[in-house]
């Protein structure tokens, strides 16, 4: 079974501060997603990645695949309150699998 | 709107009773998906239906947990004689295409049980 760690777990931070969230795993994926959760609603996909070092970005929000695609991170620049969340990572080991979700990395961006 | 649905939002149970949870995948989505999430934390995988492929019940957690898929449309997840551990909320997915697996989410149900 897949483990697809995230760090760090909570993040709390001045709005206009940078950030990273990182999610790490030992095994290699096909894809991996990045989703945001708010408060009472369901996850809300921001990207996939499916090529290793793949960069995309999103606005303020930078994503990267690993060059071994076994590992990932999303650069937020100059966060502001909006992006309070949880922000959740998922990986499908091959095409035809199910995702796995990490456990989630709470931003709390103060105003 | 064209969204995943589920319903009850909220659902207040006593201890030992049966609930059942349904969801509304988006229309098309041949892929759906059952996630139980506890309070700030991630998604645990309970299920999850593939066309007419046997369903990958592999999460879940015990034999009171079960679910059923008509065809490629709702979905019901059914919990027999609840727990106090069994409060949580319970997401429902879909996806269009199995290998990408780009997954839209409902709004949960929020499951209490006392």
């Known amino acids: 079974t897949q483990l697809l760690e995230q760090s760090p777990q909570f993040l709390s931070i001045q709005e206009g501060e940078n950030l990273t969230v990182y999610c790490n795993s030992s095994?290699?994926?096909?894809?991996l997603q990045w989703y945001r959760q708010e408060p009472g609603e369901g996850p809300v996909l921001l990207v996939t990645v499916v090529t290793g070092g793949e960069v995309k970005k999103l606005k303020r929000l930078t994503f990267q695949f690993g060059d071994a695609r076994k590992d990932s991170s999303l650069h937020i620049t100059a966060a502001q309150p909006g992006d309070t969340g949880l922000y959740l990572c998922a990986g499908a080991e091959t095409s035809g699998s199910r995702l796995t979700f990490g456990e989630g990395t709470q931003l709390t961006v103060n105003p | 709107g064209a969204g995943v649905s589920q319903s009850p939002s909220n659902k207040v149970t006593e201890k030992g009773k049966d609930v059942e949870l349904r969801c509304d995948p988006i229309s098309g989505h041949t892929a759906l998906y059952w996630y139980r999430q506890r309070l700030g934390q991630g998604l645990e995988f309970l299920i999850y239906f593939q066309g007419n492929s046997a369903p990958d019940k592999s999460g879940l957690p015990s034999d009171r947990f079960s679910a059923e898929r008509t065809g490629e449309s709702v979905s019901t997840l059914t919990i027999q004689r609840t727990q106090q551990e069994d409060s949580a909320v319970y997401l429902c997915?879909?996806?269009?295409?199995?290998?990408?697996?780009?997954?839209?989410f409902g709004p949960g149900t929020r499951l209490t049980v006392t």
């Open positions: 997915a879909s996806s269009l295409v199995q290998g990408v697996h780009e997954q839209y």
């Open positions: 095994s290699v994926f096909s894809s």
